[in-house]
């Protein structure tokens, strides 16, 4: 869905913010504390994030975010989540419960999009494609 309203450059950019992102979550939430080398890493991620902030400040009619950012920004913000996540599996949870788990979590966070989708432009019908061959 990002990709239909902002550019692949916007995206790549926004991108580059995981690490920060993740770095602040696992700081907030985890208590953990970043080691010299982490912080070195992400002084050289928050050069990507913030050259987009800088270009925008030189073109005050690109200063919105598009639709796209705000899809690229969750998007973002959802991948260090389930990064942060499968650091905290416990040892003794299979590998595949917790698979099936975290499946289960985000097919649940994909029901209300699915729900908005199909109020606001309804459900496209999806048929399989044919795997007799043509006869052209």
Request: charged residues 10%.
């Given at each position: 869905?990002?990709?239909?309203?902002t550019?692949?450059?916007?995206?790549?950019?926004?991108?580059?913010?995981?690490?920060?992102?993740?770095?602040?979550?696992?700081?907030?939430?985890?208590?953990?504390?970043?080691?010299?080398?982490?912080?070195?890493?992400?002084?050289?991620?928050?050069?990507?994030s913030?050259?987009?902030?800088?270009?925008?400040?030189?073109?005050?009619?690109?200063?919105?975010?598009?639709?796209?950012?705000?899809?690229?920004?969750?998007?973002?913000?959802?991948?260090?989540?389930?990064?942060?996540?499968?650091?905290?599996?416990?040892?003794?949870?299979?590998?595949?419960?917790?698979?099936?788990?975290?499946?289960?979590?985000?097919?649940?966070?994909?029901?209300?999009?699915?729900?908005?989708?199909?109020?606001?432009?309804?459900?496209?019908?999806?048929?399989?494609?044919?795997?007799?061959?043509?006869?052209?």
């Open positions: 869905q990002a990709g239909h309203t550019d692949a450059t916007n995206m790549s950019l926004l991108a580059t913010a995981s690490p920060i992102v993740m770095a602040a979550i696992a700081h907030l939430f985890l208590r953990e504390r970043l080691s010299r080398f982490q912080f070195f890493g992400l002084c050289g991620a928050s050069v990507g913030s050259s987009r902030v800088a270009r925008q400040a030189r073109h005050p009619s690109r200063a919105a975010l598009a639709q796209g950012d705000l899809w690229m920004l969750l998007s973002v913000f959802l991948f260090a989540v389930y990064s942060l996540m499968l650091r905290c599996r416990p040892k003794t949870f299979p590998q595949k419960a917790f698979l099936a788990l975290l499946i289960g979590i985000g097919v649940l966070g994909l029901i209300p999009p699915l729900l908005w989708q199909a109020a606001d432009t309804g459900l496209s019908r999806w048929t399989a494609p044919s795997s007799a061959p043509s006869s052209t």
